[in-house]
């Protein structure tokens, strides 16, 4: 027996998460917490997609996820090779010690 989730309550869990990605980001120090936070952003709106998907009884919004998630695995490739480097360079990963970027 299935039972419907409707689709308020995905999108209320959808917008939950992105509110707490959008907290990590600004209030964390830490390179790392805020590289997760926008990956939590990022799921939380392939969540919508496809509990929009769904509700519309469409393919179009797993597909649009897929290419999502294609391009949030090569930021994580990139971002992380980025905060190896400034760790290596600086030797601490919170953003507050890190003035890379100042003349």
């Known amino acids: 027996?299935?039972?419907?989730?409707p689709l308020a309550w995905m999108l209320a869990l959808s917008a939950t998460v992105f509110v707490?990605?959008?907290v990590g980001v600004l209030?964390?120090?830490?390179?790392l917490v805020i590289f997760m936070?926008?990956?939590l952003m990022l799921n939380a709106g392939n969540l919508a997609?496809?509990?929009f998907s769904r509700a519309l009884g469409s393919l179009?919004?797993?597909v649009f996820v897929f290419f999502v998630m294609t391009v949030a695995a090569a930021e994580v490739a990139?971002?992380?090779a980025i905060i190896v480097n400034v760790f290596r360079?600086?030797?601490t990963i919170y953003v507050d010690e890190i003035n890379l970027l100042k003349g």
């Open 27 to 31: 209030v964390r120090r830490n390179a």
């Open 89 to 91: 360079l600086k030797e």
């Open 20 to 22: 707490i990605g959008v």
């Open 37 to 39: 936070s926008i990956e």
């Open 49 to 51: 997609f496809v509990a």
């Open 78 to 80: 990139v971002g992380l």
């Open 1 to 5: 027996m299935m039972h419907d989730i």
């Open 60 to 62: 179009d919004g797993q």
